[in-house]
């Protein structure tokens, strides 16, 4: 069993940044793949980056890319997600999954998930 806690969310202007952290628990924790999802209303959960459980391998949606940057802390058993250039349009819960594996980035992609976190970006 696996256990996740995000934090890091909130209200912002456009342009800013954020942080993102997911603190992962559990005997096994580190030997899953991390990713970040977004659900915005009425709209389906979506893929927005994920890491190799060792680091070295990243994915990242188009929409995000440039902006946006996952990172991992094995030791400390934490993901976290800088957002950079934020904008309206990023307005969303943030959910972070973990899975075996990466890619295949479909809504159910994460064996578990976070309770998610609001981040919200005003114009």
């Known amino acids: 069993q696996v256990q996740l806690v995000e934090s890091g969310g909130g209200l912002v202007q456009a342009g800013d940044s954020l942080r993102l952290s997911c603190a992962a628990s559990?005997?096994?924790?580190?030997?899953?793949?991390m990713g970040w999802f977004r659900q915005a209303p009425g709209k389906e959960r979506e893929f927005v980056t994920a890491?190799?459980?060792?680091?070295?391998?990243?994915d990242y949606a188009d929409s995000v890319k440039g902006r946006f940057t996952i990172s991992r802390d094995t030791a400390k058993n934490t993901v976290y997600l800088q957002m950079n250039s934020l904008k309206p349009e990023d307005t969303a819960v943030y959910y972070c999954?973990?899975?075996?594996?990466?890619?295949?980035?479909?809504?159910?992609?994460?064996?578990?998930w976070g309770q998610g976190t609001q981040v919200t970006v005003s114009s």
């Open positions: 890491i190799s459980w060792s680091g070295g391998t990243t």
């Open positions: 559990g005997r096994t924790s580190a030997l899953y793949a």
């Open positions: 999954a973990a899975s075996p594996k990466m890619g295949n980035y479909g809504p159910n992609w994460g064996r578990y």
